[in-house]
């Protein structure tokens, strides 16, 4: 039987108990591609993204039912789960994976970026994927003293990364999310932001929970609070005339809401912060790859 060809490279990683308090710490990382030999059965005590971005082949979990994998695609290998796979035994594909665990793990599943119940993900492409492990590849180099610090903060770009490239999502750009952020402001109740998009209310908590993690009432009141945070920092308008910008009519109503949900009172915020600069407030989100140029002032004339 002639053998099939493949390539493979990883590394694997020990990081301590103090980068562990990172959050997520990464385990190892893996770049390989051709016929690949079947991985499994097998049982995990970690998770593992691994990142198909080009070729096919199969995914069985523990359900029995052996599903196929196109890419690009996204397969979650979580803890305790059965788990075998390969790669078809023609053309193979191309695969890069990073192992992981920490305690930030849970909220990343509850905000549903890792998604136990799919363990095989359709995405619509995989460049930031193999960006953020591409980061984990340079920085496995012997001797590096910031390995783990580094890796930690790839895989947290990962799982953002493969948020944003799920093909049944549209990442940030959700329609619905874009709506309600354009909408927050007005004095709509959570039922009638639903109708204006032909739901029910809890047609709209589900895709706003699949969508950002969050409830309907906390991601609008998300981007009001933020709103008011920006207000009060880079404008000298008075709290009441805040509270009216974001959306409320009552000053009193919003100095208690934003206190209970920020910690400290709109006006105490204010001062904390010392930033007030009337005039120097604006909408336009400057572009990071071309800076704002602070001139010098020139020397005065003697």
């Known amino acids: 039987m002639e053998e099939r060809a493949y390539r ?3 590394r694997y990683f020990m990081p301590t108990p103090v980068h562990h308090q990172l959050g997520l710490v990464c385990l190892g990382v893996g770049l390989q591609h051709g ?8 049982v995990l005590d970690h998770h ?12 069985e979990g523990a359900d029995g039912v052996r599903r196929p994998v196109t ?11 059965p788990h075998h ?5 023609d053309a193979g594909w191309d695969e890069s994976f990073v ?5 930030a793990v849970a909220a990343y599943t509850e905000l549903g970026y890792i998604d136990p119940d799919r363990p095989v993900v359709a995405l619509t492409d995989t460049v930031t994927a193999r960006a953020a492990i591409g980061r984990i590849t340079r920085a496995a180099q012997p001797g590096n003293p910031l390995l783990e610090v580094e890796t930690s903060a790839a895989v947290h770009e990962l799982l953002v990364a493969l948020r944003r490239a799920r093909a049944d ?22 039922a009638e932001h639903a109708a204006r998009h032909g739901m029910t209310a809890a047609e709209l908590r589900a895709v706003v929970r699949r969508a950002a993690g969050a409830s309907p009432k906390d991601y609008l009141l998300g981007i009001r609070l933020g709103r008011a945070k920006e207000l009060l920092v880079g404008t000298e308008l008075s709290v ?26 709109p006006g105490r915020f204010r001062e904390q912060q010392g930033r007030a600069a009337p005039g120097g407030w604006s909408d336009a989100v400057p572009d990071p790859r071309h800076p704002p140029t602070i001139r010098p002032t020139p020397p005065a004339v003697t």
């Open 8 to 10: 493979t490279w990883m």
């Open 35 to 42: 016929a690949l030999p079947t991985v499994g059965p097998r």
């Open 48 to 59: 593992v993204a691994v990142v198909v971005s080009a070729g096919s082949g199969w995914f």
């Open 71 to 81: 890419a690009p695609a996204l397969l979650w290998l979580t803890p305790g789960v």
């Open 85 to 89: 796979y390969g790669a078809s035994r």
């Open 99 to 103: 192992d992981f665990t920490g305690p």
């Open 169 to 190: 999502t549209a990442g940030d750009t959700d329609p619905v999310l874009r709506a309600l952020a354009r909408d927050a402001f007005l004095p709509l109740s959570v």
């Open 240 to 265: 009441a005339a805040v509270a009216r910008r974001v959306g409320y009519d009552d000053p009193a109503y919003f100095n208690r809401l934003f206190t209970r949900r920020v910690g400290i009172a």
